[in-house]
């Protein structure tokens, strides 16, 4: 994919989810740190999508890992701001996590 096809992509798929947790959290920090997580974190994985997608034994390891450790995360960050779900700091956590990833397979390629 093209750079600039994929940094449009990114884009357009970052405003969407900032557009949805808009509707219901109106916090500018939050919604700014969600738009950038996720706007860098989908421009680095749409680079390399094989070590995404790709159906390995090893990488079917490293991913049911990483998905477990990413729901862990995003629901404790999203239960512990207060008594009640707090859906934002989920969909930034998810967002931190993707863009954790992103880095890993960046540094590792």
């Not at 079917?60 to 404790?76: E, K, Q």
């Amino acid at each position: 994919m093209r750079r600039f096809t994929r940094y449009l992509v990114a884009l357009g798929i970052a405003g969407a989810i900032t557009a949805g947790v808009a509707t219901e959290y109106h916090s500018v920090i939050l919604l700014a740190g969600i738009f950038q997580v996720y706007t860098v974190a989908i421009a680095i994985l749409l680079r390399y999508p094989a070590l995404l997608w790709d159906s390995e034994n090893e990488n079917r390891w490293a991913s049911g890992v990483f998905s477990a450790g990413l729901t862990f995360g995003a629901l404790s960050l999203s239960q512990g701001l207060g008594a009640e779900f707090h859906f934002g700091a989920g969909v930034l956590g998810f967002g931190l996590a993707l863009f954790g990833l992103g880095c890993g397979i960046w540094v590792a390629e």
